[in-house]
């Protein structure tokens, strides 16, 4: 659990004194009323208090930082309430906050104490100063009491977080590898929901402001001025801005939303018309993702695309909609049928016009077209339009409701990348095209909310039973589909048939096409340097170890993941894996680093070779590679270092270990030199 803690928060240590700086401005922007409606500023601070105990900050100085970091807050929270006190607190509903009437109690009953009772309050931390400068406090006074209160807050909630990293130190090595991955688990959703739960009770609040601001800002005089000139304008505008009525301000968010999204997918849908880079980056991910396949993540990916099963979606949808005719709320009922009927009609549609095949490196074996994904736009449409019901039926919070929204999207449309049975752009179009069919299904339910919507009313109890059993066989059928889910497989790619030549000949093919590799968003472009032939990969890698240089690990998820981990704590080895470079958009197969005595372990030079179709009559295959000086995980800030090639060249000849044999000329690289390794 440590580890993960010090892997998840390296950078505030890697930051030095600046560390400390973000800790404690976010002790100051939690105790700062705007902000700290949102802002989980404790919970950093705590974070704070582990890394003390792992040695990675000073006790002293974060205390410190932390203390002043919430006097500030407080005192600009202060000078916010003074400044309502002058004719703002009406305008921002500010009096109409249950926090602030909590606040406002709190101060009232013990005065000056309770600017340091509330600092351990949560939201109502900064409705206390708040409360305190409208009731009238004197400043000086008030001052006194802040500081007082920053040094408490500091001590408390450091110390509990320096309690929290002590705790975890003496349970880890009683816990097995797996316990400590489950309970790190726990751990995260604990926190996410703390921090969503204590969003959602925050936008009311920010939304009260906000409301409050655009009144004030109406009634600034030069607007009146302005108004009085332009009185249709005025108007039109007043009524696009009225929170009041759908056809007001929700209906004009709602318009700007499906103007822009639209606007996006049809630019998205020229790209892939006009094959502009989009479909090499294509390409190139779905062979990157390839190599990222493993039988736990092929499977547990598998579960989360059975989501757009056909069946599991109708048993889904029966079920939303039972449930929502027994809470006689049929105008939800309409945006959702209204939603899901759009995406299914627009994919079908977009489908045939565009006709894109599916890429041959597919888990599953698919035969309807490419463009757009449909699971992608599934995801956005129907399980987007679900998540809103739950959020109008007040079962959850706006922003948990946009998390679990993000969430659906995100996974299932990564299931879709990861069995590569869609490309990039195919995902990304089918996220924007759901979101305009789930934008018109929410304007229709919020359109008909006023004339549809039915007030409940008791029901009989035997409804209630039959509702839930017909809820427990629904479940239960979605649960065993997304277990059972299964489709006919892809044969594996079928390889390319290989090209006999002699080891002096030069390809014609590779002559006359670009030797160029390219970043993954072909970005940056290097050209390829040197080109080697050889029995196998363990000739290659002991002739360039003979040389000084070191093979990096295959490039796989957990190798690039342990590799950026140790790039955050600046603990990379020579022998991480290499971000890959694309040639005819092809992953580099091998990868090696070169690391001088007393270097560091940036911008090194970095080997990464490709596998060609050409063998010669023993068996010896020709491999391609390209040199560059960069960190190893961004090539595309690095540059290239073809010069080195004829160091690598020679060192190889000097020892014995390869001879030169020839050269490729390309259409835009200079001649390239071919090695034979003996």
């Given at each position: 659990?440590?580890?993960?803690?010090?892997?998840?928060?390296?950078?505030l240590?890697?930051l030095g004194?600046?560390?400390?700086?973000?800790?404690?401005?976010a002790?100051?922007?939690?105790?700062?009323?705007p902000?700290?409606?949102?802002l989980?500023?404790?919970?950093?601070?705590?974070?704070?208090?582990?890394?003390?105990?792992?040695?990675?900050?000073?006790?002293?100085?974060?205390?410190?930082?932390?203390?002043?970091?919430?006097?500030?807050?407080g005192?600009?929270?202060?000078?916010?309430?003074r400044?309502?006190?002058?004719?703002?607190?009406?305008?921002?509903n500010?009096?109409?906050?249950?926090?602030?009437?909590?606040?406002?109690?709190?101060?009232?009953?013990?005065?000056?104490l309770?600017?340091?009772?509330?600092?351990?309050?949560?939201?109502?931390?900064?409705?206390?100063?708040?409360?305190?400068?409208?009731a009238?406090?004197?400043?000086?006074?008030?001052?006194?009491?802040?500081?007082?209160?920053?040094?408490?807050?500091?001590?408390?909630?450091?110390?509990?977080?320096?309690?929290?990293?002590?705790?975890?130190?003496q349970?880890?090595?009683m816990?097995t590898?797996?316990?400590?991955?489950?309970?790190?688990?726990?751990?995260?959703?604990?926190?996410?929901?703390w921090?969503?739960?204590?969003?959602?009770?925050?936008?009311?609040?920010?939304?009260?402001?906000?409301?409050?601001?655009?009144?004030?800002?109406?009634?600034?005089?030069?607007?009146?001025?302005?108004?009085?000139?332009?009185p249709?304008?005025?108007?039109?505008i007043?009524?696009?801005?009225?929170?009041?009525?759908?056809?007001?301000?929700?209906l004009?968010?709602?318009?700007?939303?499906?103007?822009?999204?639209?606007?996006?997918?049809?630019?998205?849908?020229?790209?892939?018309?006009?094959?502009?880079?989009?479909?090499?980056?294509?390409?190139?991910?779905?062979?990157?993702?390839r190599?990222?396949?493993?039988?736990?993540?092929?499977?547990?990916?598998?579960w989360?695309t059975a989501?757009?099963?056909?069946?599991?979606?109708?048993?889904?949808?029966?079920?939303?909609?039972?449930?929502?005719?027994?809470?006689?709320?049929?105008?939800?009922?309409?945006?959702?049928?209204?939603?899901?009927?759009?995406?299914?009609?627009?994919v079908?549609?977009?489908?045939?016009?565009?006709?894109?095949?599916?890429?041959i490196?597919g888990?599953?074996h698919?035969?309807s077209?490419?463009?757009?994904?449909?699971?992608?736009t599934?995801?956005?449409?129907?399980?987007?339009?679900?998540?809103?019901?739950?959020?109008?039926?007040?079962?959850?919070?706006?922003?948990?409701?946009?998390?679990?929204?993000?969430?659906?999207?995100?996974?299932?449309?990564?299931?879709?990348?990861?069995?590569?049975?869609?490309?990039?752009?195919?995902?990304?179009?089918?996220?924007?095209?759901?979101?305009?069919?789930?934008?018109?299904?929410?304007?229709v339910?919020?359109?008909?909310?006023?004339?549809?919507?039915?007030?409940?009313?008791?029901?009989?109890?035997?409804q209630?039973?039959?509702?839930?059993?017909?809820?427990?066989?629904?479940?239960?059928?979605?649960?065993?589909?997304?277990?059972?889910?299964?489709?006919?497989?892809n044969?594996?790619?079928?390889?390319?048939?290989l090209?006999?030549?002699a080891?002096?000949?030069?390809?014609?093919?590779?002559?006359?096409?670009?030797?160029?590799?390219?970043?993954?968003?072909?970005?940056?472009?290097?050209?390829?340097?040197?080109?080697?032939?050889?029995?196998?990969?363990?000739?290659?890698?002991?002739?360039?170890?003979?040389?000084g240089?070191?093979?990096?690990?295959?490039?796989?998820?957990k190798?690039?993941?342990?590799?950026?981990?140790?790039?955050v704590?600046?603990?990379?080895?020579?022998?991480?894996?290499?971000?890959?470079?694309?040639?005819?958009?092809?992953?580099?197969?091998?990868?090696?680093?070169?690391?001088?005595?007393?270097?560091?372990?940036?911008?090194?030079?970095?080997?990464?070779?490709?596998?060609?179709?050409?063998?010669d009559?023993?068996?010896?295959?020709?491999w391609?590679?390209?040199i560059t000086?960069?960190?190893?995980?961004?090539?595309?800030?690095?540059?290239?270092?073809?010069?080195?090639a004829?160091d690598?060249?020679?060192?190889?000849?000097?020892?014995?270990?390869?001879?030169?044999?020839?050269?490729?000329?390309?259409?835009?690289?200079?001649?390239?030199?071919?090695l034979?390794?003996?």
């Open positions: 659990m440590l580890d993960a803690i010090y892997q998840v928060l390296p950078n240590a890697a004194i600046f560390g400390y700086w973000v800790i404690g401005a002790a100051g922007l939690e105790a700062f009323l902000t700290g409606l949102f989980p500023g404790t919970l950093l601070v705590d974070a704070g208090g582990v890394m003390v105990q792992r040695g990675m900050l000073d006790l002293l100085d974060l205390l410190w930082f932390v203390a002043i970091g919430s006097v500030l807050g005192e600009a929270t202060f000078w916010l309430g400044h309502a006190r002058r004719g703002m607190l009406g305008r921002w500010v009096e109409g906050m249950a926090a602030y009437r909590r606040a406002e109690k709190l101060f009232a009953r013990h005065g000056g309770a600017i340091v009772m509330g600092r351990f309050l949560g939201p109502v931390a900064g409705f206390v100063p708040f409360a305190a400068a409208v009238g406090m004197e400043t000086r006074r008030f001052r006194i009491w802040n500081l007082l209160s920053g040094l408490p807050y500091a001590v408390f909630h450091v110390g509990f977080g320096y309690a929290l990293g002590a705790g975890f130190a349970l880890s090595p816990m590898r797996n316990t400590l991955f489950v309970l790190g688990i726990v751990v995260i959703a604990a926190v996410l929901f921090i969503l739960r204590r969003l959602d009770r925050a936008v009311p609040y920010l939304l009260a402001m906000a409301g409050g601001l655009m009144d004030d800002i109406a009634r600034h005089p030069r607007i009146d001025s302005w108004g009085g000139r332009h249709k304008t005025a108007a039109w007043a009524r696009r801005l009225d929170r009041t009525k759908f056809s007001g301000l929700p004009s968010l709602l318009a700007l939303a499906f103007l822009y999204l639209a606007s996006v997918l049809v630019g998205l849908s020229l790209d892939f018309l006009q094959s502009d880079p989009i479909v090499q980056i294509d390409a190139r991910l779905a062979a990157l993702m190599l990222f396949w493993t039988p736990g993540l092929i499977q547990i990916f598998t989360i989501l757009g099963d056909t069946q599991l979606v109708a048993a889904l949808l029966v079920l939303a909609l039972v449930w929502l005719a027994w809470l006689r709320r049929f105008d939800l009922a309409t945006g959702l049928v209204v939603s899901l009927g759009l995406d299914l009609v627009s079908i549609i977009l489908k045939a016009g565009f006709g894109r095949p599916r890429s490196l888990y599953f698919e035969t077209g490419s463009f757009p994904s449909g699971h992608a599934l995801s956005v449409a129907f399980y987007g339009m679900l998540v809103f019901l739950l959020w109008r039926l007040s079962r959850i919070g706006a922003l948990s409701a946009s998390f679990l929204a993000f969430l659906f999207a995100g996974l299932i449309g990564l299931s879709r990348l990861y069995l590569v049975e869609h490309y990039l752009s195919d995902v990304m179009g089918g996220w924007l095209l759901g979101a305009l069919c789930l934008l018109v299904g929410i304007a339910a919020e359109w008909l909310y006023p004339r549809w919507a039915g007030a409940p009313r008791t029901r009989p109890r035997w209630i039973g039959v509702i839930g059993v017909v809820t427990l066989a629904l479940m239960g059928f979605t649960m065993v589909r997304v277990r059972d889910y299964s489709k006919a497989l044969p594996p790619p079928v390889a390319q048939p090209i006999v030549i080891q002096g000949a030069e390809p014609q093919a590779l002559s006359d096409a670009p030797l160029m590799a390219q970043t993954l968003d072909a970005e940056q472009q290097f050209p390829l340097s040197l080109g080697m032939w050889a029995a196998n990969t363990d000739q290659i890698t002991a002739a360039l170890t003979s040389i240089w070191q093979r990096a690990d295959p490039v796989t998820l190798t690039l993941a342990g590799a950026a981990f140790g790039a704590r600046d603990t990379i080895r020579p022998g991480a894996a290499l971000a890959p470079l694309f040639w005819n958009n092809k992953p580099s197969e091998l990868g090696f680093t070169r690391v001088p005595e007393g270097h560091a372990t940036d911008e090194l030079p970095r080997l990464r070779m490709w596998q060609t179709r050409y063998i009559a023993s068996g010896a295959r020709l391609m590679g390209a000086r960069d960190d190893g995980l961004v090539p595309s800030d690095g540059s290239a270092a073809g010069p080195l004829s690598v060249v020679k060192a190889l000849s000097q020892s014995g270990g390869a001879k030169t044999v020839g050269h490729i000329s390309g259409t835009d690289a200079s001649a390239i030199p071919v034979a390794l003996r």
